[in-house]
C-alpha cells in the first residue's frame, strides 16, 4: 500500500442541490452557491499547492481557478507562493483545448494529467501551455498524486465533477471532504450528481466523521473526515 505521505494532503469540495446534484440539464450553468459561500471557497484555493478539476468540468464550465481576493493573493506572495495554486486536470482520452481558461488565465504552473498512449498527442494539441505527465494505461490516481507530491505540492484542492469526486473518494484519497447543500431539489434523472456508483470506502460500515457544520445564509455546510486521520500539513 502506497503511504499517505507519498501523496498531497487532499480536500474536495462540491456545492450540491438537497437531492445530490451539482447541476441541471439547462444550458445556463446552475447557482448552487452565494457570495458568502464562493469567499469561504476562495479562502481553501488560497490555502491549496493546488487545485484540481477534470477536463469535463474544463470543457462545460470552463473556470479560471484563480484565487479572487486580492488580499489572499498578496498573502500569498508574501509567503514565497504565487498569487494563485498550480492547475491540474486529468483526462483519459485527451480531449483538451488549450484555449480554454484554465490554460490561458493566471501566472501560475498547469499539468495535466492523462494516460501513457496519449501523451504525446495531449503535448502536441496543448503546444507547451502545461506540463503533460503520462500516469499509467490506465490512468493511476495513486501515481499521479506521488507525482504532484514529487513536484512540491503539498495540498490539494479537488473541485470536481462528479467523475473525479467519484475517483478520489472511491479510492480513499480524501482527508476532508466540504459540501454545501443549496435548499433547493433538482429532480432531473440525466442531471451530474455530486458522485457515480462506485465501491466506496466510506460505507455504512465506515462512516466518516462531522468535523465541524456551518450555516451560511440559507446553505449547510458539512465538513468530514475519514474516521483514521492523518496528520494536517499546516
Not at 483526462?91 to 501513457?116: I, L, M, N, S, W
Not at 471532504?177 to 434523472?189: E, T
Request: net charge neutral; hydrophobic share 40%.
Amino acid at each position: 500500500m502506497r503511504s499517505v505521505m507519498d501523496r498531497p494532503y487532499v480536500i474536495a469540495s462540491a456545492a450540491v442541490s438537497l437531492d445530490g446534484y451539482i447541476d441541471d440539464v439547462a444550458e445556463a450553468r446552475l447557482i448552487l452557491s452565494d457570495e458568502e459561500d464562493l469567499d469561504r471557497v476562495d479562502e481553501v484555493r488560497a490555502w491549496a499547492d493546488a487545485v484540481l478539476v477534470g477536463a469535463n468540468t474544463i470543457r462545460t464550465d470552463d473556470p479560471r481557478l484563480l484565487v479572487r481576493s486580492a488580499e489572499r493573493r498578496r498573502a500569498r506572495v508574501a509567503q514565497g507562493r504565487p498569487e494563485s495554486p498550480a492547475k491540474v486536470t486529468l483526462t483519459r482520452c485527451g480531449k483538451v483545448d488549450p484555449g480554454a481558461r484554465f490554460f490561458t488565465t493566471g501566472d501560475t504552473e498547469r499539468f495535466v494529467y492523462t494516460c501513457d498512449a496519449t501523451v504525446d498527442e495531449v503535448r502536441s494539441k496543448l503546444g507547451g501551455v502545461a506540463t503533460v505527465v503520462g500516469a499509467g494505461d490506465p490512468l493511476e490516481l495513486p501515481r499521479m498524486l506521488a507525482d504532484l507530491r514529487g513536484r512540491g505540492v503539498e495540498r490539494l484542492m479537488v473541485e470536481g465533477g462528479g467523475a473525479v469526486h467519484t475517483l478520489f473518494l472511491a479510492a480513499d484519497a480524501v482527508d476532508e471532504l466540504h459540501v454545501v447543500y443549496a435548499p433547493f431539489f433538482v429532480g432531473q434523472r440525466d442531471a451530474p450528481r455530486f458522485v457515480n456508483p462506485a465501491d466506496f470506502p466510506q460505507g455504512p460500515a465506515s462512516r466518516m466523521r462531522l468535523a465541524s457544520s456551518r450555516q451560511i445564509g440559507d446553505l449547510m455546510l458539512l465538513c468530514y473526515r475519514p474516521r483514521k486521520d492523518r496528520a494536517r500539513h499546516d
